[in-house]
């Protein structure tokens, strides 16, 4: 009898403690999604504040499904919050939002070619502002032709006869549209359009005879990657990933740079033209010593005063990425830390958040 007393006390004492403890606290899921360009740092950092600052309280997710997904199913209320290199043009929410810049970047320009000795020399090819929009247009049809020569004397005897084989986003991209925005800075009468689309954008309305498209960033550098003669535009994060070879694109001051967190940095740091809601109008012909020419900034979109765990978790997220992620993992990860008025613009929008 002593026994089996013992016994209920013991799971009466369990039971009280279970009823005192109460239910444990759900976590809430944060989803996100939009630009591949940023996808790289966003899900890293999500990484980092679901394993420290959302532990126990936010599990953030972020798909990588292209800057146009992202502004429609930030609008449609598919994300909690989004990500986008672009603005809206039309579609934009109905309930009160705004862009937050969370990071610079470049644009990087891998080319997969084997030189006539057999080696990849894509790393060596300097790429004037006129003969990177034709070759995007389709007009410098093989590597040896002799619009290129000037440019690359050096290697000119490696320079194969290898055709050259476009590749492009084959999704509506905030990548595609800076892209494109720079390429028609230089060369407005080649391409006129800026878009997110680069399928229509081609010169003719048509992409190249000898062309390739692959869905966001990643698909992109995959294609580049498993054609000789193929070349692409990507963040300079993909590019990394993949252990690509990147050209050496001209600015400028006449220099051909090549793309590293360095060389976009000393672009990025001329480029103080934010607007109070914080996106930043670029401008392609800073004319700065060292300065990699094809910039861009990646923007969040947030939720103001929406008042529910998952818009507050994902104003934590962003507050996040910008006061924290953005400073420590940033460069290593291909990307550029926000600075300056663009930063304190950034945490302006994003106190706003929640």
Same mark, same amino acid.
């Given at each position: ?15 009280? =403690? ?53 502004? $429609? ?25 705004? *862009?937050?810049?969370?990071? &610079? &970047? ?12 057999? $080696? ?25 032709? =002799?619009?290129? #020569? ?17 590749? *492009?986003?084959? !999704? ?9 925005? *720079?390429?028609?800075?230089? $060369? ?12 229509? +954008? ?24 498993? #054609?000789?003669?193929?070349? &692409? *535009? ?68 947030? $939720? ?11 104003? !934590? ?26 930063? !304190?613009?950034?945490?302006?929008? +994003? +106190?706003?958040?929640?």
């Amino acid at each position: 009898m002593r026994r089996i007393l013992t016994t209920a006390l013991a799971m009466g004492v369990a039971a009280a =403690s279970l009823v005192a403890a109460g239910p444990a606290q759900a976590q809430t899921t944060v989803a996100g999604g939009g630009a591949s360009f940023s996808a790289i740092f966003m899900q890293e950092c999500a990484k980092d504040f679901n394993a420290g600052p959302g532990a126990g309280r936010s599990v953030v997710q972020y798909a990588s499904v292209g800057s146009s997904a992202g502004l $429609r199913g930030f609008a449609n209320g598919t994300y909690a919050f989004g990500g986008t290199d672009a603005a809206y043009t039309t579609g934009k929410p109905t309930f009160p939002w705004s *862009y937050v810049p969370i990071a &610079g &970047g470049g644009i990087s320009i891998p080319i997969n070619l084997k030189g006539t000795n057999g $080696r990849p020399i894509g790393g060596s090819i300097n790429l004037s502002q006129e003969n990177l929009a034709k070759i995007f247009a389709g007009q410098i049809p093989t590597w040896n032709n =002799s619009a290129l #020569k000037k440019d690359n004397e050096r290697i000119w005897k490696l320079m194969p006869n290898t055709p050259v084989t476009v590749v *492009y986003r084959a !999704d509506g991209s905030g990548t595609t549209n800076n892209f494109l925005q *720079y390429l028609n800075g230089w $060369r407005p009468d080649i391409f006129g359009k800026v878009q997110n689309d680069m399928s229509t +954008a081609f010169p003719g309305g048509n992409p190249p005879v000898n062309s390739l498209s692959g869905p966001q960033n990643a698909g992109v550098m995959g294609q580049v990657a498993l #054609k000789d003669g193929a070349i &692409g *535009y990507v963040d300079l994060g993909d590019a990394l990933k993949a252990n690509a070879t990147v050209a050496n694109v001209q600015n400028t001051a006449g220099e051909f740079v090549k793309a590293t967190t360095a060389s976009i940095a000393k672009n990025l740091a001329e480029q103080t033209n934010v607007s109070p809601e914080g996106l930043v109008t670029l401008n392609y012909k800073v004319n700065a010593k060292g300065a990699y020419p094809i910039g861009i900034f990646t923007y969040a979109l947030g $939720r103001v005063g929406g008042g529910t765990p998952a818009s507050t978790g994902s104003a !934590d997220f962003v507050k996040y990425m910008i006061n924290t992620c953005g400073s420590q993992r940033a460069s290593a990860l291909g990307y550029v830390p926000l600075e300056g008025k663009i930063l !304190d613009t950034a945490k302006t929008l +994003a +106190a706003k958040l929640g």
